[in-house]
């Protein structure tokens, strides 16, 4: 039965050190107030869940908050190569990361699997690709019926999994708008869901029929947090911040200006400093 | 400014532009191929579905996006899909005529790595990785390629194979259980190239304006094949360089939170 909480609580009570997290969203709907929020209360030994780690990811690792990452496509999206990540893979800086890299297809999937109550996912997939050679979590298996061969990765179940939507009703049922991605997936194979969303409302009466809707029961927490996908962005509310995205290429190229960068952007802000970054952004609604 | 006045990039991206068709469902990588599929959909190809991995069936950006899923995608598009949706129904259920693709190392044979430079574990580079490209690459009925011309992109050996190609050529895609086409087009700054009916091999077939064959071997990793007659591509038409400079200046401008 889906809390509302102050998002400081709901980070406290849901996440542990050592969790396998994953902070989901496809380039739309990055829950980048929870994860700044997980960076202020210093978790440590994480394993963190993406298909599409992107900046918030860059700044977990390189804050040194994660022993392992689980992932299928590591980089800023039209800009280049995650620079914390690369330090972290390639110089063991600030700490060593493990890596389990997969496909799209093969996340999704897998995903899917989780939220089913699936062991393992299979699809066809990875033909001729190495990373079977190098993933042991990448097997295959002969179709029953047809004895065709086909891919098969692990379920993906986190511990808890973020997202951030639209908005909530006054009972904690959550809309979740656009490119939808894949976090309905996320939060029902995860045993702990938390939601950031923009606002709060009183009812989802008189809206489509076929909305992408998480019910109350699905969500252990729910907190308000206007502007809490910043720099990505939320359909309906206000756009991408592409320029902080390619201002992001810098900050992370130097180990120094990135810590600085963090300290002033995350160690010392707040939650409720997301909606006065998106202020600029906003759409005519 | 005159009609010969273009870039070789400019040349590359009108020239990957003519390959699509109306009748294509194209799924677009990021970069250049999202600039020529924008290009086709502007000029000859209107009713052209181009669909990103974000899950937007049917998308008409004003602009680029910067990104897979950025929210121009979704507000254009006919309708909008979960990202397992995408891959399962309309990727690996075979609705996809072309895939189209960019690599940061490509082989002769069409192989893509966007995963590493230097060994996997200890990587000189550490590249973004596959993403969406492994299985658009199996399970698209055939794959396009566009990159830049360059000796570090287009080597003798490539570091990882992150999408299979045509492995080490002739039928090697067969072997490996694959009945889609895969690369069947590469067009570079330079050229445009075909795979050779038997070996596979990547062979140039039609050179851009101005371009001599040296220039194709001295950007290219690889002793290249050329066909025994070599078209000249035509030069990009006034409307689609106009499109293309017109698309790109929208681009920028709205990139910059102009």
């Given at each position: 039965m889906a809390r509302f909480l102050p998002l400081s609580e709901a980070v406290a009570e849901n996440l542990n050190d050592g969790d396998t997290v994953a902070f989901e969203g496809f380039t739309h709907l990055i829950p980048t107030a929870a994860a700044h929020e997980a960076i202020r209360q210093e978790f440590a030994d994480l394993t963190l869940i993406r298909m599409t780690p992107d900046v918030v990811y860059d700044q977990m690792i390189g804050m040194g908050m994660a022993k392992k990452l689980v992932f299928s496509y590591a980089g800023n999206p039209g800009v280049g190569l995650l620079r914390r990540l690369r330090d972290a893979v390639?110089?063991?800086?600030?700490r060593s990361v493990e890596i389990e890299e997969h496909s799209h297809a093969a996340m999704a999937n897998a995903y899917e699997a989780g939220a089913a109550g699936l062991p393992c996912a299979i699809f066809r997939g990875y033909r001729g690709a190495e990373l079977a050679k190098v993933n042991p979590n990448i097997k295959s298996i002969a179709?029953?019926?047809?004895?065709e061969e086909l891919a098969a990765v692990p379920a993906l179940r986190p511990d808890v999994s973020f997202i951030h939507a639209q908005k909530a009703d006054l009972q904690g049922n959550v809309l979740i708008e656009g490119i939808v991605g894949v976090q309905k997936e996320a939060a029902l194979a995860a045993r702990r869901a938390v939601v950031t969303v923009e606002e709060l409302v009183d009812d989802f009466d008189d809206l489509h029929p076929n909305l992408c809707i998480l019910p109350?029961?699905?969500?252990?927490a729910i907190a308000v947090v206007p502007g809490g996908a910043h720099p990505s962005y939320t359909h309906g509310y206000y756009a991408r911040d592409n320029a902080e995205y390619l201002e992001w290429d810098k900050i992370a190229a130097d180990r120094e200006v990135f810590r600085a960068w963090m300290d002033e952007n995350v160690l010392q802000a707040a939650p409720d400093d997301f909606a006065k970054r998106v202020e600029k952004l906003r759409l005519a609604r | 400014m005159s009609k010969s006045d273009f870039t070789p990039n400019e040349m590359m991206t009108v020239a990957a532009s003519r390959a699509l068709k109306s009748e294509d469902v194209c799924f677009v990588g990021i970069g250049a191929p999202s600039a020529a599929c924008n290009i086709a959909r502007l000029t000859h190809a209107p009713d052209i579905t181009l669909i990103y991995e974000s899950g937007t069936i049917g998308t008409a950006p004003d602009v680029l996006p910067?990104?897979?899923?950025?929210?121009e995608l979704c507000d254009t598009a006919l309708t909008t899909v979960p990202v397992p949706e995408m891959f399962r129904y309309w990727l690996q259920g075979g609705r996809i005529t072309i895939g189209f693709l960019g690599a940061a190392q490509l082989d002769r044979f069409g192989n893509i790595n966007t995963t590493v430079v230097g060994d996997y574990d200890h990587p000189k580079v550490r590249l973004p990785g596959g993403g969406g490209a492994p299985e658009i690459a199996s399970s698209s009925q055939e794959v396009y390629i566009t990159l830049a011309q360059s000796k570090r992109s287009m080597v003798?050996?490539?570091?990882?194979?992150?999408s299979f190609g045509h492995?080490?050529?002739?039928d090697h895609r067969q072997r490996l259980g694959i009945d889609t086409k895969g690369p069947t087009l590469l067009i570079t700054d330079l050229a445009i190239w075909k795979p050779d009916p038997a070996t596979r091999e990547f062979t140039v077939v039609s050179l851009h304006p101005g371009v001599t064959r040296e220039m194709v071997q001295e950007t290219c990793g690889w002793t290249v094949k050329f066909a025994e007659t070599l078209e000249e591509t035509p030069p990009p038409s006034e409307l689609e360089l106009a499109t293309l400079r017109d698309l790109k200046a929208r681009t920028e401008a709205a990139h910059k939170g102009a």
């Open positions: 390639e110089n063991g800086f600030p179709c029953p019926f047809t004895g109350h029961w699905t969500v252990t | 910067l990104s897979i899923g950025d929210g003798e050996k490539i570091d990882f194979y992150t492995g080490e050529g002739g």
